[in-house]
């Protein structure tokens, strides 16, 4: 079963716009949520990440929004640019990693100028 | 790429014949993983090391063996190179914790004919 679920699988956007990728997870034992950007021919790179004693965490154009009840966290990019294209992956694990750190499937974003 | 070399870039092989990746890190960080990433299915976990010939199994480590006899290298090897081991392999290291902050090497592409 797959532990985190990430939708939309694509998302195409003009630049200027706001991309938002959701996530949701089953493991009430995950506390660290993180998000990866991979560029084409690239290895992942992290971009942000959160823990739930917070519900948002801003870095530039880029948010995290999470929601513990509702075992869900988004990402949002604000101002879209086509360098934002890119996929994306949302994560989590347990701090100390007593749960693996596990990803979801990936969402490529198109940002058209 | 945060001090990561991953060899060979490249490599095309035969159902059957054992394969070793190397991963290279110059950063002395003590945590180091591999993954696979395959088209809709993400980035998954196939073994990961706390340290110098600590190791242990990721979610899909069945046909694969690892080992770190120095802090800077993490070799996997594949046993008996089966078609459904194509994919692109990263190596990844932390040294926050398990599974904070990954760096990403620029991957594998190993194609098993």
């Known amino acids: 079963q797959q532990q985190v679920k990430q939708s939309p699988q694509s998302l195409i956007v003009q630049k200027g716009g706001i991309s938002i990728i959701n996530c949701a997870y089953e493991n009430t034992a995950f506390d660290y949520f993180p998000w990866y950007q991979q560029f084409p021919g690239k290895g992942p790179a992290l971009l942000i990440a959160i823990r739930p004693d917070v519900s948002e965490k801003k870095e530039g154009r880029f948010t995290i929004s999470f929601n513990k009840s509702a075992k869900q966290f988004s990402l949002h990019i604000m101002d879209s640019q086509p360098g934002d294209s890119a996929t994306y992956f949302c994560?989590?694990?347990?701090?100390?990693?007593?749960?693996?750190?596990?990803f979801g499937k990936g969402m490529k974003l198109t940002v058209n100028p | 790429d945060a001090g990561i070399t991953q060899s060979p870039r490249h490599k095309v092989t035969e159902t059957g014949t054992p394969v070793t990746l190397r991963c290279h890190q110059t950063?002395?960080?003590?945590?180091m993983y591999w993954y696979r990433q395959d088209p809709g299915h993400g980035l998954r976990l196939i073994h990961y090391s706390y340290g110098v010939k600590d190791t242990d199994k990721g979610e899909v480590s069945d046909g694969y063996s690892v080992s770190r006899s120095k802090t800077e290298d993490f070799l996997l090897t594949l046993e008996s190179a089966t078609s459904s081991q194509t994919s692109v392999y990263f190596c990844?290291?932390?040294?926050?914790?398990?599974?904070?902050?990954?760096?990403f090497g620029s991957g594998t592409q190993l194609s098993v004919l």
């Open positions: 990844a290291i932390s040294s926050l914790g398990p599974y904070e902050k990954l760096f």
């Open positions: 950063e002395n960080h003590r945590y």
């Open positions: 994560a989590a694990s347990t701090q100390g990693g007593s749960e693996k750190l596990v």
